[in-house]
């Protein structure tokens, strides 16, 4: 009995001094010393942000050049979290998204201008004597708006797998705690979402008061997620496995990002009355307040007016035809080509096919060229007729069969206080399209 006992604790001692003595060159080989542990950071240049509207909002820009809306200038009020929560989440939206508004506005060129609101920085530079107000542009409307929801824990879903075996393997002799074996593996999980609204208004900026319907409101759901896997084998006592988790959080900064976007497209669309739903995808329907306005301008332009503007929205389709105002055999060809079912010889224009042919116009650079080269070419005529001789200045008097003309008395020279200031250039006017009420949403005064 004792030489067994003393037989057993010499093994024991034996396999812990093979460990101890072991335990260098194993860590030495393996790498696995604790002491030098070690993270590597991943490295990452700086990118341009590109969101899934920066094509859109320039695409939008170039559409206002293109369906001649004339130019829009716009500012924005500044956009803060209506909610209070920036604060009290600690940050997990923004503040305040200012420069957000200002980078979008900007970044859509074409017809529309932006106008920064910030009073004071002309003021200090009124100050210093830089700047004054000679040559600053005034904004036909402001667009104020901010952050006015921001629910979080809309809702919290969770789930898990847990399986486990075990087995006890008899008739093996052996010095280890125990001769059972098992696996074990779990895998569970938790889903969560919240939602962010902003809330826009547009406003005059002579009158300050707000635009019928150019208000937009839009709302995004953002997610949070957890998952966890463990995997464990149990083998005669000892248990070892492998373990993982994973959280992915979707950025709220940038989803109020992509809110502010998509309600300045809608926006901007609707106040210039262009079809901007083209630029969001296949999948978005048509802004009735777009379409109202569209028939309602129809039905308030003769039939020679709806000629000349068929044929201008012709000529940016590429068709060959002249601007006449009338519906000659040229302009029947090439509204025979664009709808076969277009009634020939009806002197006149059915209202749903002149709604197709506006909001299906192109909007690429073939045709801002060829929107330009037309209102370049109306401009001159604009020149030309504004040019032409009047007569009211000179009387004709015919003599025994000859003509004779008798200048009439010039005005008296004004003096070098009094004179006149230099005759200024004609400005450029948008094309009679937007004289029938395109380019922007008209007030009920303005009707």
Partial sequence: ????????????????????????????????????????????????????????????????????????????????DKTGTAMTTGGEIQRNITEIMKSTLNSIGGNIVFIEYDPGFIQNQMVTGYSNFENKLIPDVVITGG????????????????????????????SLPSNEIGVNYGNSGKAGKARITL?????????????????????????????????????????FGLK???????????????????????????????????????DALPDPVVMDSIATIYYSLTPEDRASVIQQWLYIYGYDVQITGVLDSQTESALLKFSP?????????????????????????????RRMALDNLMYQEVEQAQSAPT???????????????????????????????????????????NSGGFGRMLSDSDW
Avoid at 346 to 361: A, G, H, R, W
């Fill in 341 to 369: 079912d277009y009634p020939v010889g009806s002197k006149d224009i059915p209202v749903e096919l002149f709604t197709d042919i506006y909001i299906n116009q192109p909007y690429d650079a073939a045709a801002a060229g």
């Fill in 391 to 433: 007569y009211e200045e000179d009387v004709a008097v015919v003599d025994a069969g000859a003509a004779y003309v008798e200048p009439v008395a010039a005005a008296p020279a004004a003096s070098a206080s009094q004179a006149a200031p230099p005759a200024a250039e004609p400005e450029k006017k948008a094309s009679p399209m």
């Fill in 244 to 282: 993982g988790s994973v959280k992915k959080v979707q950025g709220r900064h940038e989803a109020v990002r992509l809110l502010v976007q998509a309600s300045m497209i809608q926006m901007i669309g609707k106040y210039l009355n262009m079809p901007y739903w083209r630029l969001l995808g296949d």
């Fill in 147 to 174: 952050i006015t929801e921001f629910d979080r824990g809309l809702e919290t879903r969770g789930e898990g797998l847990d399986v486990g075996a075990q087995a006890n393997i008899k008739g093996i002799k052996t």
């Fill in 199 to 239: 809330d826009f208004n547009m406003k005059d900026f002579n009158t300050l008061a707000g635009i019928a319907k150019m208000t937009t409101t839009n709302s995004m759901e953002v997610h949070k997620a957890t998952q966890q896997r463990a995997l464990g084998i149990t083998i005669f006592g000892p248990t």
């Fill in 1 to 80: 009995m004792g030489v067994t006992r003393k037989s057993t604790f010499s093994k024991i001692i034996m396999w812990c001094a093979t460990i101890v003595f072991s335990l260098p060159l194993i860590v030495s080989c393996a790498g696995v010393d604790p002491r030098d542990v070690d993270v590597e950071l991943e490295q990452s240049a700086p990118e341009i942000k590109v969101t899934s509207y920066t094509e859109a909002l320039s695409r939008l820009g170039t559409m206002s050049t293109v369906f001649d809306t004339g130019v829009a200038k716009i500012q924005c009020n500044d956009i803060t």
